[in-house]
């Protein structure tokens, strides 16, 4: 017709299933189409010449696309939602822009490039998802729809946001995870209202210092930016807190020229500091820096320098320029010796270089005219630089003695004189009282064997301490202690150990060596974890750890008490001799860091736990063989799996992983690989290098595709890849000839590779609810084959009553068509098809075809492929209609069509030029075409049993006719053209049925 529009009255039509608008000029289909709850299927021109609504790629869908875009238009005037997942759109329909009110929409899984910019007119959205799309950029007009609350961007194609999107104010969340950002513009700092910022598996280098002052931002996930250098990789570990805290201190650096950068696992100092050149009091206290570059010469206008708590090992030859400097701390770090350039500072107030390894002090050092702190104590200093004591500005000096003259010379004098150290610069600081209740307390624990040190402010346990062997008691709450040194197994006495109230963040190893132990108590410090060695403590029964920031052992285990601590420690102790390690039903959210010190591990279980990453020390594991993690929330795995070239099982089922690492690949020793129920998109090409792998389960993810480097899997027994998007597969699936098992039920299938012929040991092929018409021909091929499942998929070929008398019988006609292949020639007979089979239109080299008695009722268009073919057989079967295709099969000389129900020969008979045989007995043609008489070749023509009333005279211009039979038929007379072509006997002889035919 010619129809433009339909009324939206059409959605009153409330038992509508179907409907066919093909051949009219509309260019919208009302929405009010999508609340027809009955409607099942729409059919309109395939090449949408007109429509515009729904778009094409929704029109290409088929039916059931077009209903579901039509029902979630008309739903969304209602619920101001909208959801157009995966629907294959390449650009946002207008409509839908226009939607009033609409608050909520999701384009997610689409083949979005760009946005329109009618996007601003969008003003009341709230929530827009646009993750898993090919965005390359965004328009600048997003940033006029000033509602939108939440704005996903995943897994696009972005390399830049526009400075305009800070203008979102009232945004909350932003997710640009898996982008190809590498910056992001310094105008974000203006979205105050922004709650969670995600920039996971981007490139960026450097994030902008306004990220500091986003006072609502409580979530910043950086993950896998592996060109981030900005904040240093260490803060961003420490979470979001600590990269606003680092970005806002270097930015307000610029005015306040004083930066404090305390705490944050800095592992160097980056470049930016440097550039700082007006800064004048730079702190980096408890830190993990290991050498100060030349660069820190640019900081001459530095008068306070803090490096206190590091692992610096020397300085730099550019310190000497640093003249400006009135306080310098240096103290925990590994300092071997100070540059003697040092002395000529000659503002130098306080220097500080406690608990390094110097040997000596600067022989100079009586230069530092202004100096009044030198406290250089826990160094290995055996003698002071001459005119020492001599600085009169001096007025505290703390040095470790190890030297008899060094001792007399600071008038402190000990009890015993093998004691030539001073007490702790903490005691000292208290006064002479204190210092001598100090020493007594020493000399009386010699004899009594317990030493209380409370309250002392100690930062670490004295030497002395660790020289009283016999001490069975100690006590050491609420003082300032950072650590434990290895020491502590010299006390090999001791039974209880007080250390409450402190600030130790981890226990040596060595405490496993104190055989004696019964009581370790802890409470109130910062211990991230207990060492395992302490389940070597057989007499220990009372183990107080609470008010910590432990992560292993497990809460769960912690609550339990000591014997579930111990028994927890000893299980990870004992699974390195004993190969195996089983953390399942544990509640783990962190991985156990102490599990990475294995190095006899064999197998590793973490089951149903809270587990998101793999540390990058798991490499350390290299006997690992099997690894169980299925039931936890791991999003991804490092790239350091790689190196347990051990492995041989892997699962990590039930997970979050959106990918797979390259050096997945060098897995080669890996038989089995399930990774089931992830979100995986993609796997990897470097998956093809695993020889080894027997058995890979890949159910339940997002994999549209499989790469072509899975036909490198030349052991692969079993493949599960159920319920997830594939298309298509590659043909290089055909080549896994050691396949027995292979599951693809629930994708989006619609077709198997040819090469599936040569999986010759495949025993179970099973791809039901996907979208496949046709079976390949070369499944006959599959000698070992014994379960094949296609439920659920819209099969034609082969027919429907073939497939579905199960698998003997599918095997069967395959074979028949492969066969007919190189022998030309297809014989069906007498087999239930039902249909003319579509598969026989591929085989254009066929000359003999044979379909009696198979049911079939029509003979289709796709003969016309058949042009070579001489003789074809559709004897005894329902056909009712033949195609006019069937007049291209220029070459066919016999055409039996008897015994059916054939009403009406299409004139494209006469393309037949080569026919000699044509039989149409018993069906009920009422007249033949006139065109027959330019069948030339035609030798025997039968028409007998039909309804004939009369015989066309270009039946006589059939000059090759040698035998017509016409019994049976309605006939009146024979026309004289027919009669003049044969004899008067043969004349007389055609007419005799007349008495039949009337």
Sequence with gaps: NYLSILPDSVSQLSKLRVITLKGNEMKALPPALGCVSTLERIQVDSDAKYLRSPPPEVVREGAAAIVEFLKEMHQAKKTREIDMSAMGLQTLPLEVANIVGLEKLSLADNMLKMLPLGIRSMTQLKELNLQDNRLLMLPPTISEVHSLLELKLDNNSLKVLPPEVANLSALTKLSIIDNKLKDIPKEIGNMTSLEELSVIGNDLS????????????????????????????PVVEKGTEAVKAFLVAIDDAKTSNSLD???????SIIDEIFELTSLTKLKLLNNKITDVPEEIGNLTDLTKLNIADNRLKRLPASFAVL???????????????????ICYFGNLQSLWVSYNKLNYLPFEVRRLTSLTELLAYDNRIVDLPPHLMTMSALKKLYVDVYHLTILRRLRFVMDDIEEVRTPPRQVVQKGPDVVLDYVKRINTARQTGNLVLDRLELVSIPPEVFRLTQLTKLKLNYNNLR????????????????????????????????????????????????????????????????????????????????????????????????GKL??????????????????????????????????????????LEKIIANENQFYALPSQIGELIQLRSLNFDENELKSLPAEIGKLVNLTYLSLGQNALKELPPEIGDMEMLKILNLNENELAELPRE???????????????????????????????????????????????????????????????????????CLSKIQELELEQNPVQAPPRAVWKKGLLHILEFCRAIYSARSSRKLDLSEQELGSFPLDVG????????????????????????????????????????????????WKLEHLHLNDNEISEVPNTIDGLS???????????????????????????????????????PKVGLLTSLKKLTLMRNYLKDIPAEIANQSSEKDAQRMQAPHAANC
Aim: with cysteine; aromatic share 4%.
């Design 323 to 341: 003249t400006n400097l009135v306080d310098i701390r240096l103290t925990y770090n590994q300092l071997e010796s100070l540059p003697e350039d």
């Design 582 to 623: 089983d953390l399942r039903d544990m509640g783990l959210q962190y991985f156990p860091s102490e599990v990475c010190g294995l190095n006899k591990l064999k197998e590793l279980v973490l089951s149903n736990n809270q587990l998101r990453k793999l540390p990058s020390s798991i490499k350390n594991l290299r006997m």
């Design 483 to 578: 650590e434990i040194k290895p020491d502590i197994s010299k006390l090999s006495s001791l039974r209880d150990l007080y250390a409450d109230h402190n600030r130790l963040q981890a226990l040596p190893n060595d405490i496993g060596k104190l055989s004696q132990l019964k009581t370790l108590s802890i409470v109130n410090n910062e211990l991230v974890y207990l060492p395992i060695e302490i389940a070597g403590l057989m007499e220990l029964d009372k183990l107080h750890i609470a008010r910590n920031s432990l992560e292993s052992p497990p809460f769960e285990v912690i609550k339990e008490g000591t014997a579930a601590i111990i028994g927890y420690l000893r299980l990870i102790s004992d699974s390195n001799n004993q």
């Design 914 to 952: 080569h026919l000699i045989t044509l039989d149409l007995s018993n069906n009920i043609v009422t007249k033949l075409p006139e065109t027959i008489g330019r069948c030339v070749a035609l030798e025997n023509l039968h028409v007998d049993n039909n309804k004939l009333g009369e015989v066309t």
């Design 206 to 233: 450097v994030l902008p210092w306004e990220i500091g002052r986003m006072r609502n931002l409580e979530k910043l996930e950086l993950d896998n930016n592996p060109q981030l250098r900005i904040p240093p990789q």
């Design 710 to 780: 899975i036909g490198h899997l030349l052991s692969l027994q079993e493949l599960y890849v159920c319920d997830n998007q594939l298309i298509k597969l590659p043909l290089e699936w055909g080549y896994l000839q050691t396949m027995k098992q292979c599951h693809l039920d629930g994708n989006r299938l619609v077709e198997l590779p040819p090469t599936i012929g040569k999986l010759q040991v495949l025993r179970t092929l099973t791809f039901t609810q996907n979208k496949i018409r046709r079976i390949p021909p070369e499944i006959g």
């Design 261 to 267: 950068l305390t705490g944050l696992s800095l592992e």
């Design 842 to 889: 591929d085989l254009d080299m066929l000359v003999s075809l044979d379909l009696t008695k198979t049911r079939i009722r029509t003979v289709p268009a796709v003969v016309q492929s058949l042009s070579v073919l001489k003789r074809m057989r559709v004897s005894n079967n329902l056909i009712h209609t033949l195609a006019d295709q069937i007049g291209e099969m």
